[in-house]
C-alpha cells in the first residue's frame, strides 16, 4: 500500500499532541522568565553596591544621592559599561542619608 500524506485523523492527533505540550511548558516559561528578571535585578543591585564600595574606598564617603532611573555621575567610572538604572518595570535610585550620631548611611532604593 502506498500512501502519499497524512489522514486528517493523524493530522489532529498530532496537533493534540503539540497542544498538550504547549500547555503544560507555558507555566513553566513563564516562572524561568520571572527568575531570570529577579536574578537580573538582583546582579545590578551588586553591582551598584560594588560601585559604592569602590568610590567610597577611593573617596572615603559614599556618592551623593541621585534621582531615580539616573546613574549618578559619581558611580559611572564603576558600574559596567552602558549600565542603566531601570530594568524593564524596575526603576533603582541611590541616595545617602547622614545620621545624626556619626556615619553615612547608605541605602539603595528600588521603585
Do not use: C, Q
Not at 516559561?29 to 546582579?43: L, T
Not at 532611573?69 to 533603582?92: E, N
Amino acid at each position: 500500500m502506498n500512501r502519499r500524506g497524512f489522514t486528517l485523523v493523524e493530522l489532529m492527533v498530532a496537533m493534540l499532541i503539540v497542544g498538550i505540550l504547549a500547555t503544560l511548558s507555558v507555566p513553566s516559561i513563564s516562572a524561568m522568565v520571572r527568575r531570570a528578571d529577579a536574578a537580573r535585578v538582583v546582579a545590578d543591585v551588586h553591582a551598584i553596591r560594588i560601585a559604592a564600595h569602590d568610590y567610597y574606598a577611593a573617596n572615603g564617603t559614599y556618592p551623593a544621592s541621585g534621582s531615580a532611573g539616573t546613574v549618578p555621575g559619581t558611580l559611572a567610572p564603576s558600574l559596567p559599561r552602558g549600565f542603566s538604572f531601570r530594568y524593564k518595570t524596575v526603576t533603582y535610585r541611590w541616595r545617602r542619608f547622614g545620621l545624626p550620631s556619626g556615619p553615612t548611611s547608605i541605602t539603595f532604593v528600588i521603585e
